[in-house]
């Protein structure tokens, strides 16, 4: 039972347009949403995180939306460069708790292609 | 500053051998863990240690064990290699588990 869904596999993009990632979740106790980018032979770096009191958080080129109502989140890329071109996973966790290691839940991942 | 590294970065295992993983931070983490990511999906938790000497099952152990002798080092252990072992191993560490982790490079492994 997939907790975390990403149901886009790929996404192809202009460079300068916008990218949008989206990512679905069940269960209602995370609190807690991350995006990785992975480049390929290379591990998964952290690009952007929000918490559940927000709806919306912003870093540079990089904009997460959450609307937990519908249990769904998405991340946006706007201009889209070419160096973005990687395979973007979204990440749940929660209820944040230290001792249960506040595992992170992962989902299948998109991959990007932006074309210059 | 090195991160988490992790060694080998590649092995090819005959079905029913046996090898450990390493993993090893410098950033003086207390989390730590062990992710396996197979082809087209996404990684799937292993086993993960909140500190030296604690270590708790993941959502897919079986095969697996760890040790947390100290802080830094969280290496994974096969026992008998078996084909649904083939897979890209990344092992990560986090300060506090409430931020983002940091990753390693991975152990892309097969099992033949």
């Known amino acids: 039972d997939q907790q975390v869904k990403q149901n886009s596999p790929s996404l192809s993009v202009q460079e300068g347009r916008i990218s949008i990632l989206n990512c679905d979740y069940t269960?209602?106790?995370?609190?807690?949403f991350l995006w990785y980018k992975k480049y390929p032979a290379e591990g998964p770096t952290f690009l952007i995180s929000?918490?559940?009191?927000?709806d919306k958080n912003e870093d540079g080129r990089f904009t997460v939306f959450l609307n937990k109502s519908a249990k769904h989140l998405s991340l946006h890329i706007v201009p889209s460069q070419p160096g973005d071109s990687a395979v973007y996973f979204c990440?749940?966790?929660?209820?944040?708790?230290?001792?249960?290691?506040?595992?992170?839940?992962f989902g299948g991942g998109t991959r990007v292609l932006v074309k210059p | 500053n090195a991160g988490v590294t992790q060694t080998p970065k590649f092995r090819i295992l005959k079905i029913g051998q046996s090898m450990t993983l390493q993993c090893t931070q410098d950033?003086?983490?207390?989390?730590m863990y062990w992710y396996r990511q197979d082809p087209g999906m996404g990684l799937k938790l292993i086993y993960y240690s909140v500190g030296a000497g604690i270590t708790d099952k993941g959502e897919v152990p079986n095969g697996y064990n760890v040790s947390r002798s100290t802080t830094e080092d969280f290496p994974l252990r096969l026992e008998l290699a078996a084909p649904s072992q083939t897979s890209v191993y990344f092992c990560?560490?986090?300060?506090?588990?409430?931020?983002?982790?940091?990753f390693g490079s991975g152990t892309r492994l097969t099992v033949v």
């Open positions: 929000i918490s559940s009191i927000k």
């Open positions: 950033m003086n983490h207390n989390y």
């Open positions: 990440a749940a966790s929660g209820p944040r708790i230290k001792a249960a290691g506040n595992k992170l839940t």
């Open positions: 269960n209602s106790m995370f609190d807690y």
């Open positions: 990560a560490s986090s300060l506090t588990g409430l931020e983002g982790y940091t």
